[in-house]
């Protein structure tokens, strides 16, 4: 993490070419729901949120959530049994149609779908 960081810092993608571009973007001309991931990454270590905001908006929601139920999962028992949450489930099904809703929405050509594309 300590390496990301400092490689973001010390080279931000939007001047140096040599990070890797978005195949699904580039084969089918849309965004996927990672486009931006990368600059808006750059964006927070340079500490402009704004800025990765724009690049991703699907970061902001999803990380926090993601980090929530990922630390709830490390302080459960171990027991097995106990690890099965259904409402857990639930979440993350809502995660799975909120990343197919942004994938679809920031593809729409028209406002105020626009700025969900990664510009």
Known sequence: ALAGTALLKLFPP???PFYPRCAFHDITGLHCPGCG???AAAS???GN?????RMNALAFVLLPLVLFLWMKRRTKTHD???REDYGENRVWWLILILIITFSIARNIPYPPFLWLAPY
């Open 14 to 16: 939007d001047r140096y």
């Open 37 to 39: 991931l990368t600059r």
């Open 44 to 46: 927070l270590v340079q």
């Open 49 to 53: 949120f704004s800025k990765a905001f």
């Open 80 to 82: 097995l049994e106990a």
